[in-house]
């Protein structure tokens, strides 16, 4: 179950007209700080990534689930699942025995997967895999929230980072 705060804040997002996947960022952020935190572990980065979107359609954001093709199907299948209990809006109590035994086998897991480093990692890894139509439609959207001159100062804080990290080398 997700924290009060994190619903409001999402709620929040989504009356400000965020997109659904960044309201999501929301619920993928709890469950990271969950993992640093000590509450339970995560076996990769992604599996911390992919706990908090199941909670975010379950708890209603209208993030739909990935298309055909691009995950597994199982994955696909399960996303599906949690789409349509979210949207449906009832609200059964869940069962205690199979809440209890998912906690214990997350508990096992390690902490470290959530770490800074880690993160990093998995997105340095991440981005190849992203075309440049892709970037070019992110950066569109920053220049939307953004505006222009607070995009430049920040390509130009970014160049200024990349310049020091390069004479520190």
């Not at 869940?94 to 998912?102: F, N, T």
């Not at 992203?130 to 920040?154: I, P």
């Amino acid at each position: 179950m997700p924290e009060k705060q994190t619903l409001e804040r999402a709620k929040q997002d989504l009356r400000e007209g965020k997109s659904p996947s960044t309201t999501a960022g929301e619920f993928v952020h709890e469950e990271i700080e969950h993992v640093r935190e000590g509450k339970h572990g995560a076996r990769s980065p992604q599996q911390a990534v992919a706990i908090g979107l199941s909670k975010a359609r379950r708890a209603g954001i209208p993030l739909p689930p990935p298309k055909r093709g691009k995950v597994k199907e199982e994955t696909r299948k399960s996303a599906e699942r949690d789409y349509q209990k979210g949207q449906a809006g009832r609200d059964h109590k869940p069962s205690r025995h199979a809440s209890r035994a998912r906690q214990e086998v997350l508990e096992r897991e390690p902490h470290s997967t959530t770490s800074r480093e880690s993160l990093s990692k998995q997105s340095r890894a991440a981005a190849p895999g992203r075309s440049g139509e892709d970037h070019h439609r992110s950066a569109q959207r920053a220049v939307q929230t953004k505006g222009k001159e607070e995009l430049q100062l920040a390509a130009k804080k970014g160049a200024r980072t990349r310049a020091l990290k390069s004479s520190e080398a």
